[in-house]
């Protein structure tokens, strides 16, 4: 156990619908960051969030959106869902950057057909 | 964040030692570099971390040359459990745009 929680493990849902993955940063971490790994592909940088408030982001779709709530932890809203949306999520968080090391969760496999 | 490039691929045999290079022309004054071991269908998982010289734990050994463009990750002994991909990433502690970006990796095959 990473210390990062993300729920849920599985999700299978048709084209059009929305979804919400969840992530508990480890205790004391304040950054959490999403990412997204289709089949095959190297981890693309969704978006930070920092003690409650954005801090970076990276190619983000627009049917895309997170937040981080004030018990630090996070959700990511994904909308219109299409076939190609359909990869693992990953969260991870830090307690400070690379020097401090991410924690990873063990992800949400997200099915869209 | 500094930019890393590492080998696509290697393939390695059971028992052999197995280097992984990356190199960071760039790398900052505060930057640390940190290596990452990815298995199918799981998240990264920390390996190693150094900043300078040589750093060794119980998985694997880091070296870094006195001027810190490159970094060389070292499995001893390797098995067919070390296959997976190894990412080389570099920044220092969070600034305020903090993409954290992992590049391709190094997809590491370990033949019996």
């Known amino acids: 156990d990473s210390g990062v929680t993300q729920t849920p493990k599985h999700l299978i849902t048709a084209t059009g619908q929305r979804v919400t993955l969840r992530c508990s940063p480890r205790s004391g971490d304040l950054s959490v960051y999403w990412y997204q790994q289709s089949l095959d592909q190297g981890l693309q940088f969704l978006i930070q969030y920092y003690n409650g408030e954005e801090r970076a982001k990276g190619n983000i779709l627009e049917r895309f959106s997170a937040q981080q709530f004030p018990d630090l932890h996070s959700e990511l809203n994904l909308s219109s869902l299409e076939l190609g949306d359909s990869a693992l999520y990953f969260c991870?968080?830090?307690?400070?950057?690379?020097?401090?090391?991410?924690?990873f969760g063990s992800g949400t496999r997200l099915t869209v057909v | 964040l500094a930019k890393t490039t590492q080998p696509i691929s290697m393939d390695s045999y059971e028992g052999q030692e197995v280097n992984i290079t990356c190199s960071h022309n760039n790398i900052a004054t505060n930057d640390y570099i940190t290596w990452y071991q990815q298995f199918p269908s799981q998240g990264p998982r920390f390996i190693i971390q150094?900043?300078?010289t040589k750093v060794t734990n119980e998985v694997a050994s880091l070296f870094i040359p006195a001027d810190r463009k490159s970094s060389t990750l070292s499995l001893p002994r390797v098995s067919l459990s070390d296959t997976a991909v190894y990412y080389c990433l570099v920044g220092g502690y969070m600034n305020r745009d903090d993409k954290i970006i992992f590049g391709k990796g190094t997809r590491l095959h370990i033949l019996p």
């Open positions: 991870a968080s830090s307690g400070g950057g690379v020097a401090k090391g991410y924690t």
């Open positions: 150094g900043y300078k």
